[in-house]
């Protein structure tokens, strides 16, 4: 059975301190990915990776980076938190083969910027 | 661009009844859509995948390119189908193009 774990499922940060949210899939998986969830927008792509030190931004990289060190896992930062970065953030990994192609979610980060 | 739009934020139908959650796309290539569900308190789960042309607790859906639609519907809903759905394209390698989500109420 597929494990998604996110290191945390509720934070509460202020303007303009660093922000980290850990992702760690116990599957091998090679891509993982990193979105937001906001009501009426859906799932928005943040950043993704297919490999170890490998990054790709996504639709809405602007005030986030990612860092993939192991396979396994794959860290969102937030350089400075803004209010306007309150949000859902979901973590999901997936195997390269198209035939696998399923993204597998984690429970999700509800992160809150005062 | 490729786009998903899912013109309903809120379905409410009575248990029984049937149901039916649009789902349009835009895609210059050969799209591969899939139906994702959130159940209250869950994680977000694939529900079906339009290449396997499966049926997963009642819910079935056709790819009309010609429509550019992918409607999941099911004939009799149940009030555990309650749940948030997300219609999602892939695009280039693994990536998934979601769309803004339907929240389905069934009503006892």
């Known amino acids: 059975d597929v494990k998604v774990t996110q290191s945390s499922r509720y934070l509460v940060k202020r303007t303009g301190e660093k922000v980290f949210l850990e992702c760690v899939q116990d599957m091998d998986h090679e891509n993982m990915f990193w979105y937001r969830q906001d009501p009426g927008l859906g799932l928005r792509l943040i950043y993704f990776s297919y490999d170890v030190k490998m990054k790709e931004k996504g639709d809405i990289p602007e005030g986030y980076s990612v860092s993939r060190e192991k396979k396994e896992r794959f860290s969102l930062i937030l350089e400075s938190a803004s209010t306007n970065q309150t949000s859902m953030y979901l973590c999901?990994?997936?195997?390269?083969?198209?035939?696998?192609?399923?993204?597998?979610f984690g429970p999700g980060t509800r992160l809150t910027v005062l | 661009a490729q786009r998903v739009t899912q013109p309903e934020k809120l379905l409410s139908v009575f248990k029984g009844a049937p149901v039916e959650l649009k789902c349009n796309y835009s895609y210059s290539g050969s799209p591969e859509l899939f139906w994702y569900v959130q159940y209250s308190r869950q994680r977000l789960q694939l529900l079906l995948r339009?290449?396997s042309r499966e049926s997963i607790k009642g819910f079935t859906a056709d790819l009309n390119k010609g429509e550019t639609s992918f409607h999941l519907k099911k004939p009799f809903a149940q009030e555990e189908d309650s749940a948030m759905y997300y219609c999602a394209l892939r695009t280039y390698g693994q990536n998934f193009v979601f769309g803004p989500g339907t929240r389905l109420s069934v009503l006892p």
């Open positions: 339009h290449i």
């Open positions: 999901a990994s997936s195997y390269t083969l198209t035939s696998r192609d399923e993204q597998f």
